[in-house]
């Protein structure tokens, strides 16, 4: 499928020389994760050139980082085109919460975009060009990531997934258990997981490469949230290896980059109308009753403000 080499990866075999079970983080009171998963193992096999990064002699590599036996997060890393040795690591994330960052890759900076008839095509303009990127589909539930598998079938109409005892066709899909992780703060220290395996790992996978390099986490959208909060913990675990109080990979930051980022919505919120009006490039994106009606729906009982407020206390309160 993938140019260079498909990687199936767990999590002994990731995570580092330690085992999983020195990794494993209290995240509340609810969540214990990774498990101490046993038998695992890597499997590396030769891939075929041809589907998004077909520069001749850049590698790129997929496959899954497994944290526990049921919890798989699915990667997908580009060498850069410039000098993959020395050039820093960039870790792309798409926003939502729940966009999957393949978007990022075919949509915006990764080393090719899909066509109107479905091929793909080099993209000139990518960021590999000056640095090696990594694309995870975080948290789990989002793109290829998955939990459990569960035989059943998916009603074509509506969506929905139907046990295997109530339909009339049956195949495997994943089960995502939505109170995994779900704040900003438990899905950075997944991601912090997910990236010490990785990491752990890419000398194996790629020896020229190495994982000493300068570290780049680069977001969008709800990203403004994402990027603090990953970077606030990533720094403190790097604090936690510096001391010797846990093993891993440091990350030798280098850039925290947001686009177009969800920071405080309080604030932002009500500038949506009228920039949809009112812009730098002429453009009148909606028409007065919609206007109006944007407007009114931002401070009516019940409306954005109050859902906003509600939503910052019952995180509070927890």
Known sequence: MLGGKIVLSSAAALLSATGASALVPVLDKRQYFPANATGLKTITEPGKEGICETTPGVNSYSGYIDLAPDMHTFFWFFESRNDPVKDPITLWLNGGPGSDSLI???????PCNVTANLTTQVNPYSWNEVSNMLFLSQPFGVGFSYQEEEKGSLNPV??????????N?????????????????????????????????????????????????WTESYGGHYGPSFFNYFNNQNKLISNGTIPGVKLDF????????IIDEMVQAPHYPEFAVNNTYGIKAVNDTVYNYMKF??????????????????????
């Open 104 to 110: 990022g890759l075919f949509q915006e900076l990764g």
């Open 169 to 217: 066709a049956t195949g495997i899909y994943p089960v995502i258990n939505a109170t995994e992780i779900d704040t900003t703060d438990l899905a950075a220290v997944a991601a912090w997981h997910v990236l010490q395996g990785f990491l752990g790992a890419l000398p194996q996978l790629d020896a020229e490469i190495g994982s000493n390099k300068e570290f780049n986490l």
């Open 158 to 167: 509506t969506g929905s997934f139907e046990n295997a005892t109530l339909a």
């Open 297 to 318: 729906a931002l401070t009516m009982p019940n409306g954005c403000l109050d859902l906003v407020d509600y939503c910052r206390q019952a995180r509070e309160t927890g």
């Open 254 to 261: 280098n850039t925290l980059g947001i686009g177009n980022g």
